[in-house]
């Protein structure tokens, strides 16, 4: 990836951070405090990472007014680290917009009755169905199907062999990663005396505007009606979203996360890795859900829940340590129960012997 080199003075500027040191470094990347070399920006938003600054060899970091710092790394300081290190990255590097060049690839297939918009860019081996439509400025990436009526808005970008069913609806600006497969049938089958009868699932699914959704993700359609993911959510890889899903507005979900069918998860909602959630269940605004915790039940505290199966984080803590203790209480139920056994032995030869 190409790097566009830039004076610390001038990144300060751009950044809108006060630069602290009047020396003018050029830097030439970005890294992490531990392996940033002298002419390497970095940056410090998490405490954690605190204790590796001492030893760091960067040239400059991006940190708040409070924290400390080596005396020989140029402080940009800001209100806001992580943000800052964002547009950091998009000033020093070239980031690739679209992997596809422009146009219409001769290797790929668009039905007489799809709609193109201005400026679409196809690559080789993708195939648009009939009956769909593609908004201006979107890029539909080598080997992606769009299948029959599905909708498209502008300034997407479909990665490489992503599938869109049929019928389903993309808002503006959504990207999604490479393998991803929207609007595949969900999970539905009608047990029957010969085994199991699988139920047709006539819905759909709708990805609002400003969507984000990584690679190989699997997103059913609704038996019946929708499947939502509203505006702004980032779904992570490898995330599975069952039938009749709703996600409301700006959740964020990570790796390997599943969620049963007809749930509802509210908005601003914090997910962690390998999550998982039963259906017809409803998980409140703003709640954040420990990775690997299991969700047995509806939550609504606004608060965090963890563990498995899933209770308010506190509680999930005070019964994981007590479960450390079993061990060493069994060990002491063995020592009272062979104490026990000596004392009723003592005490039967007492009674068994009056003269004594």
Not at 185 to 202: H, L, M, N, T
Not at 223 to 244: F, M, P, S, V, Y
Not at 321 to 329: D, Q, T, V
């Amino acid at each position: 990836m190409k790097i566009n080199p830039i004076k610390t003075g001038d990144l300060a500027h751009s950044l809108g951070c006060r630069l602290e040191e009047s020396t003018d470094l050029i830097l030439t990347g970005v890294a992490t405090i531990r392996d940033a070399a002298p002419t390497e920006l970095t940056f410090l938003a998490n405490p954690r990472y605190r204790k590796d600054l001492p030893s760091s060899r960067a040239g400059a970091i991006i940190i708040l007014t409070e924290e400390p710092s080596p005396p020989h790394i140029i402080r940009l300081v800001s209100t806001k680290p992580y943000v800052d290190f964002r547009q950091a990255l998009e000033i020093l590097y070239d980031i690739e917009i679209s992997p596809v060049k422009p146009g219409i690839h001769r290797y790929s297939v668009v039905d007489e009755t799809a709609s193109m918009g201005r400026d679409v860019r196809l690559g080789p081996f993708a195939e648009v169905a009939a009956g769909a439509r593609i908004g201006d400025n979107t890029t539909i990436c080598n080997g992606a199907y769009i299948g029959r009526d599905v909708r498209i808005g502008r300034d997407c970008i479909v990665g490489f062999n992503v599938v869109i069913r049929a019928d389903c609806e993309i808002g503006d600006r959504v990207v999604i990663g490479d393998g991803t497969v929207v609007g595949f049938d969900g999970f539905g089958y009608a047990p029957e005396e010969a085994g199991y009868s699988k139920i047709p699932q006539v819905g759909k699914v709708i990805i609002e505007d400003d969507v984000e959704i990584g690679a190989n993700c699997c997103i059913d359609r609704a038996t019946l009606g929708e499947t939502r993911i509203c505006r702004g959510c980032k779904l992570d890889n490898l995330i599975q979203i069952a039938h009749n899903v709703k996600i409301c507005e700006h959740t964020v979900i990570a790796a390997q996360t599943g969620i049963s069918g007809s749930t509802k998860i509210g908005s601003r909602v914090m997910m962690g890795g390998q999550v998982g959630i039963v259906g017809h269940v409803e998980i409140g605004d703003r709640m954040m859900i420990g990775a690997q915790a299991g969700v047995a039940k509806s939550f609504d505290t606004g608060g965090v829940i963890s563990g498995y199966p899933a209770r308010p984080h506190r509680e999930a803590l005070m019964r994981d340590a007590n479960i450390s203790r079993i061990s060493s209480l069994l060990e002491r139920i063995k020592k009272l129960e062979e104490q026990l056994k000596l004392l009723k032995e003592s005490m039967t030869g007492n009674t068994s012997n009056p003269s004594e």
